[in-house]
């Protein structure tokens, strides 16, 4: 291209930058998206994505399309960010460029947040204080969401011969146990209380 009497080379010129925001991707997971890329021309278009960057990104594009657009005509992609499990917690950002033979190169800016669900609990220790036997205590447990994603939880008491990993005496505390809910979901920002019940048993002596 030709400009006052200068040659230009296109191929060198970034004209402008589009995003793709994935949102919230849990370590390890991915999440998909479609972007359309459209010739607003009047010549054939032909194009191609960097797949050494796209592979460095853990971004996967749908490229057994052609990868040339006729004028006025479109072509939908879908794009599958996966993050690696020892990805960095944060906004995150890949520019991925679409070189377009003869022509100008355009950047997408892919993004992603990447983060875990996690509980924060309303106390470490659960102290029932003196309780007497074949009698009935509740504490309450507040438990909350405080991460961009849902966090699925439940609440693990193991049963006698159920697990090699728990000691016997463990097993034989965990009967004097009760909670309820044993599972929920919580939402980003949501809060919830636990009920955790605490009944020794004279059959069973508690040390």
Not at 55 to 72: E, H, R, V, W
Not at 118 to 144: G, H, P, Q, Y
Request: proline residues 5%.
């Amino acid at each position: 291209m030709k400009v006052n009497g200068v040659t230009i080379n296109l191929e060198n010129i970034n004209l402008c930058t589009y995003v793709c925001d994935f949102g919230n991707v849990v370590v390890g997971g991915s999440k998909k998206r479609s972007f359309r890329l459209t010739n607003v021309g009047k010549i054939p278009i032909n194009f191609t994505f960097d797949k050494k960057l796209l592979g460095q990104a853990g971004i996967a594009i749908d490229q057994d399309k052609g990868q040339k657009i006729m004028p006025n005509t479109s072509q939908l992609f879908t794009v599958v960010f996966t993050s690696r499990k020892n990805s960095k917690f944060g906004r995150t950002h890949f520019l991925i460029p679409i070189e377009i033979k003869n022509g100008p190169t355009y950047m997408i800016d892919f993004i992603a947040n990447i983060t875990i669900p996690e509980l924060n609990m309303s106390t470490d220790n659960l102290d029932f204080d003196k309780v007497a036997i074949n009698t009935r205590k509740t504490v309450k447990l507040r438990i909350e969401n405080s991460k961009e994603v849902a966090c699925e939880w439940w609440f693990y008491n193991p049963s006698p011969g159920q697990s090699k990993e728990v000691s016997a005496d463990k097993k034989k505390e965990a009967e004097f146990f009760q909670v309820f809910p044993l599972s929920g979901t919580l939402l980003p920002g949501q809060r919830s209380t636990i009920d955790v019940m605490f009944t020794p048993n004279s059959d069973k002596p508690f040390a």
